[in-house]
């Protein structure tokens, strides 16, 4: 797992083996910030990372100008990795929350340029992620969310969905 672009380009990231996740692989990650290059501009830029794990997408809107990127995740251990990373790297940019993301959304601590969510595969309200985000006014207006969710699994419809590209066993639904 390494950041594959911006000040910190391929710098090799060393989680411990202990955390509970399943990073997004580095081809999946090179592909989506080759979608969002186009679609956003990463200069200031405030990104909330919800479902963070590791921090590999945290650190790389980080390591790109994001002014803010905000990393949640449930997980001690993951929320101590993303802080000691970003504090090593000199990240001053980088947030972290321990926080269940369900009660992170509905607190609505928005509103953010760009929602990126990797929640756990069988996360149950998935389906429902979109909206639930939508409705906490967590995106300013023109905001995208993007979703990271198995290919096998199908999102409810919404007005907001742009576009779903599939990477494998990996898929990005975008929303703006």
């Known amino acids: 797992m390494r950041i594959i672009g911006g000040t910190h380009k391929g710098l090799r990231l060393r989680p411990p083996a202990s955390l509970p996740v399943r990073p997004t692989t580095d081809l999946a990650k090179e592909a989506l910030f080759n979608i969002l290059q186009h679609q956003v501009e990463f200069d200031g830029l405030a990104v909330l990372d919800l479902f963070a794990g590791t921090g590999s997408i945290t650190l790389e809107f980080a390591s790109r100008g994001a002014s803010r990127v905000v990393a949640v995740d449930q997980y001690g ?22 926080a269940d993301a369900s009660r992170y959304i509905g607190r609505g601590g928005g509103p953010f340029g760009l929602v990126f969510a990797d929640p756990p595969y069988d996360w149950p309200t998935l389906p429902q992620l979109p909206s639930l985000v939508m409705q906490a006014g967590l995106l300013q207006a023109g905001g995208l969310l993007v979703v990271e969710h198995p290919s096998t699994r199908k999102l409810a419809a919404h007005p907001a969905w742009q576009d779903t590209r599939k990477y494998g066993y990996s898929s990005f639904s975008f929303y703006r």
């Open 77 to 98: 251990k993951c929320v101590k990795f993303v802080k000691e990373t970003a504090d090593a790297l000199g990240l001053a940019n980088v947030e972290t929350a321990k």
